[in-house]
């Protein structure tokens, strides 16, 4: 249709409704038990025709997203076109909805998002499960980033299970001004637990029944993080902005993954639209999201036109 061929992906955040964590692994990775859970704030990637694999980031924290061989976008388009033996170079250009080093897997979106777009640029093919297995190698999250929906995660958070889950969720996220390295957060909490006894990680029944039944405030009292010590160790601010959702009524709240990204569960629309306010007003947050979870993973929202 005398048109370049590209094609947008857009892939959700994640937040952790609870993360279990062992003690750390011989490899150093720790032992993980979680349930994920994506969220309506989105990256987006475009992927377009090129001579070589390049790469441009937009959006508010845009600068604090690498754009050398480091960014897990860039990795995924490599790593597919070396798998696949395809030749063709792309340009792909991200949108950041998602904040930058929030706990949220921002990262972990535009890797799957670049799968997902890069495959359908080049006719790849391939299958889901393939498609999930390069994702496993990019990093412990972007497979979910791929499925999207609420999953039980294990071993690295990579081994993927869809959970049992009904209802649709109303949450607010409190965004910190600065990020939270995921390996420091993960040598605080070794720090913190040196000499105790690490019991295997393993998700409670109150939080799968919770799930099960749609019972938001159930799950809000159910939301757990085991890396949330660490991060308040480390940033002890997070502590007050967890205090203000509650006292602003919410089910629960939590810090999602490493942090600093806060989260918290409403009852619905007109309560998460008052615990953003309260958020706000106090001044605790550098930004303050509403996002309904569930949503799908990464997804084309811009076909790849025939030319
Ligand atoms: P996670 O919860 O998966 O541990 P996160 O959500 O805390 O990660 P990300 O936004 O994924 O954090 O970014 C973590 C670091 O990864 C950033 O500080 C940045 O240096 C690097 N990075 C690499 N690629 C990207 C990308 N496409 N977008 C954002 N950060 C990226």
Redesign the pocket.
């Known amino acids: 249709m005398g048109r370049t061929g590209g094609v947008t992906v857009r892939a959700p955040a994640k937040v952790n409704l609870e993360l279990r964590v062992g003690a750390p692994r011989a490899d150093g990775y720790h032992e993980l038990a979680t349930v994920f859970h994506a969220i309506g704030l989105f990256d987006e990637v475009q992927a377009l025709p090129a001579d070589d694999v390049t790469l441009t980031v937009e959006g508010s924290q845009a600068e ?3 754009l050398d061989g ?4 860039l990795r995924a388009a490599v790593l597919l076109a070396d798998r696949v033996g395809v030749d063709d170079g792309v340009h792909l250009h ?1 949108r ?1 909805g ?11 979106a ?1 890797a799957a998002a670049a799968l997902v777009a890069c495959d359908a640029l080049w006719h790849t093919g391939l299958a889901r499960e393939d498609l999930h297995l390069l994702a496993a190698e990019l ?1 412990s ?1 972007v497979p979910f980033s791929l499925l999207g929906g609420t999953a039980i995660g294990t071993g690295r958070g990579e081994r993927l299970t869809p959970a049992l889950a009904r209802g649709e969720y109303h949450w607010v996220v409190a965004l910190a001004d600065h ?1 939270l390295s ?1 390996p420091e957060v993960y040598r605080e909490i070794d720090r913190l637990r040196a000499g105790d006894e690490v019991p295997e990680p393993e998700i409670s029944d109150a939080l799968m029944q919770a799930l099960r039944a749609g019972d938001a405030p159930a799950l809000g009292e159910a939301l757990a993080n085991d890396l949330q010590p660490a991060a308040f160790s480390l940033d002890p601010a997070l502590e007050r902005t967890l205090a203000v959702g509650y006292q602003a009524g919410a089910l629960g709240g939590v810090v999602s ?2 942090g600093p990204s806060v989260v918290f569960l409403t009852t619905g629309p007109e309560h998460a639209l008052d615990v953003a306010v309260a958020l706000t007003a106090s001044g605790v947050a550098a930004g303050v999201r509403r996002a309904p979870g569930p949503v799908g993973g990464a997804r084309i929202v811009e076909p790849v036109r025939d030319r």
């Open positions: 604090l997203v690498p480091t960014n897990l976008a991200v950041k998602i904040p930058v080093a929030g706990g949220m897997a921002g990262g972990s535009d990093g999250d990020g995921t993954g490493s």
